[in-house]
């Protein structure tokens, strides 16, 4: 099966990155201002170096600000990689906390329907099991997967067949395997949100960079 269209847009999703970059920038406005302030008490105890430096041989006071130079260098390149990081788990885990929340959302079925999608023509076979959590229990019942099954041959060519399996998975998102559960196709939120890493990273060094 090869899919021959976009799925076109799962909202709550596609602001993931944004969302990163608006937290970068906030969380970049503190680290700055710390590290000002880290910046303005090191130039005071300079200043305080003043008289020791003059009694200093020349080569010695090059040594102590080489040294000073290169302390402020590595604690940039530290707090660099921290705010990456922290903004990176922020906000994946506020993506997580949207998700849990968009559950309840009339828009909810669509976005299920727009994941069962995408794993049908990832996985490639037509008798298919497909497992949800108890969050999308109510959206997602077996009367519910014959419909999309029909609809879904028409679109494919293949008589399709979907199965609700009788156990719920603890995380939220569509899982479909095969008979055998040899192939399987993991379209859970939290995975997704995974793969959203990388755009992440991205972004959140353009941030860093302009800083």
């Known amino acids: 099966m090869e899919r021959k269209e976009s799925l076109g847009s799962i909202e709550f999703l596609d602001v993931i990155v944004e969302d990163a970059q608006k937290t970068a920038e906030t969380v970049l406005k503190e680290a700055e201002a710390a590290a000002e302030a880290k910046r303005k008490s090191a130039c005071e105890e300079m200043a305080k170096l003043d008289t020791v430096f003059a009694e200093k041989t020349e080569s010695e006071k090059r040594r102590i600000e080489k040294s000073s130079r290169n302390n402020i260098e ?31 959302s009339p828009r909810y079925k669509d976005v299920l329907r727009l994941l069962l999608t995408e794993a049908v023509y990832g996985i490639g076979k037509p008798d298919l099991i497909v ?73 959140v060094s353009l941030v860093i960079s302009r800083s």
């Open 74 to 104: 590595m604690e940039n390149r530290r707090t660099a990689l921290v705010l990456r990081e922290q903004v990176i788990t922020d906000s994946i885990q506020a993506a997580a906390e949207k998700v849990k929340a968009f559950a309840s």
């Open 131 to 203: 497992s949800i959590s108890a969050a999308e229990a109510d959206a997602v019942t077996q009367p519910v997967l014959n419909q999309w099954a029909q609809e879904l041959s028409k679109e494919i060519g293949v008589p399709l067949k979907l199965e609700l399996a009788p156990l719920r998975l603890r995380k939220q998102g569509i899982m479909l395997s095969d008979r055998e559960g040899r192939v399987v196709y993991d379209n859970l939120f939290e995975t997704r949100l995974i793969r959203y890493q990388s755009e992440i990273r991205k972004a």
